[in-house]
T-cell receptor, first 111, second 113 residues
């Protein structure tokens, strides 16, 4: 069983839609949870990170962590065509040396 | 400009011919790491380094070597490449023991024939 599971998509939505991206994980020791965005032919860039359970909001993006269910989500409000990319979840223990990534969900926001 | 620079960006080579992918960062970061990205498998960590002369294995270290002789550089060495090492490789760096973001390079696409 993979440490982190993520639906690969692709997910296609109209501009302005609310997007929900999700990951599940198996290791209850994960403490830090991150979402990266990756455009084609580029390296991933960090969107958001959260520590332990709870919500974090940054502009149109909201990250949620439910440690009891081992489930994390990223919500994108008022999605834009520029949000079209692959979104990767990632997790780390409390030492920031090893990171575990999901396989990524490809999102396409149609104008 | 803060950058992680990888070279080469693309390489096609043959089985058994030693190759090195270089990675350099200009942010004075202590932590550096190498990943490979394969369809359906996502990013998998190969090796990481917490600081100069300190390296450790990630999840998929077999067939790879690294060294960290200088803070800014973290080369990935394939001593005897095989076709199953055909992949997209990323180098990343960040502050040590930090929740600050890892900065990624733009990737190196290796094809081993």
């Amino acid at each position: 069983q993979k440490e982190v599971e993520q639906d690969p998509g692709p997910l296609s939505v109209p501009e302005g839609a609310i997007v929900s991206l999700n990951c599940t994980y198996s290791n209850s020791a994960f403490q830090y949870f991150m979402w990266y965005r990756q455009y084609s032919r580029k390296g991933p860039e960090l969107l958001m990170y959260t520590y332990s359970s709870g919500n974090k909001e940054d502009g149109r993006f909201t990250a949620q962590v439910d440690k009891s269910s081992k489930y994390i989500s990223l919500f994108i409000r008022d999605s834009q065509p520029s949000d079209s990319a692959t979104y990767l979840c990632a997790m780390s223990l409390n030492n920031f040396n090893k990171f575990y990534f999901g396989s990524g969900t490809k999102l396409n926001v149609k104008p | 400009e803060a950058q992680v620079t990888q070279n080469p960006r693309y390489l096609i080579t043959v089985t058994g011919k030693k190759l090195t992918v270089t990675c350099s960062q200009n942010m004075n970061h202590e932590y550096m790491s190498w990943y490979r990205q394969d369809p359906g498998l996502g990013l998998r960590q190969i090796y990481y380094s917490m600081n100069v002369e300190v390296t450790d294995k990630g999840d998929v270290p077999e067939g790879y070597k690294v060294s960290r002789k200088e803070k800014r550089n973290f080369p990935l060495i394939l001593e005897s490449p095989s076709p199953n090492q055909t992949s997209l490789y990323f180098c990343a760096s960040s502050r040590q023991y930090s929740n600050q973001p890892q900065h990624f390079g733009d990737g190196t696409r290796l094809s081993i024939l």
